[in-house]
C-alpha cells in the first residue's frame, strides 16, 4: 500500500477512452462533455453569431426591397397623376374655353384684339453728368 499512495502527486491522469460518436449519446447530452467537443466551443459559438448576423441581414435587406418596390408603385402613381392634372389645367388655359367660362359666368369681359406692346423705360441719367442751366 505504501508504494502506491507515495508517488500519487507525479502519476500521469488516465486517459479517457475515446467514446464513440452515437445518436443515443447525441440526445443524452453526452456529445457535449468530450474534449474534442468542449475544444471547438469558440468556433461552435463564431458560427452561431455569423448564423444570426447573416439571417438579421437577410431579413433587411428584404424589407429594404419591399419598401423600395412600394415606393416606386407611388412614384408612378404620382407621375400618372401629375400628367393627368397637368392636362386639365392645358384644357382650361385655352383661349375658347376661357371666353366659354367668362361669358357664362356673365363677367362681361372683351377679348383684347391689338397685340400687347412692349414698354421701354429708359434709366435715369445722374444729375452729375447733367449739363446746368447756367451753361457750364
Known sequence: MSR???????????????????????????????????????????????????????NHAEKLVIKSSHLQNEVKELRSQAISTSSELMKFSRQTTVERIVHERGLELEENLEPPKKLIIEPKRSRAHEPDASGE
Open 4 to 58: 502506491q499512495n507515495k508517488n500519487i502527486e507525479f502519476e500521469e491522469p488516465k486517459e479517457e477512452s475515446v467514446k464513440q460518436f452515437t445518436f443515443r449519446s447525441l440526445i443524452d447530452g453526452n456529445v457535449l462533455t468530450q474534449k474534442a467537443v468542449l475544444k471547438q466551443a469558440p468556433f461552435i459559438v463564431l458560427l452561431v453569431l455569423i448564423s444570426f448576423v447573416s439571417i438579421a441581414n437577410r
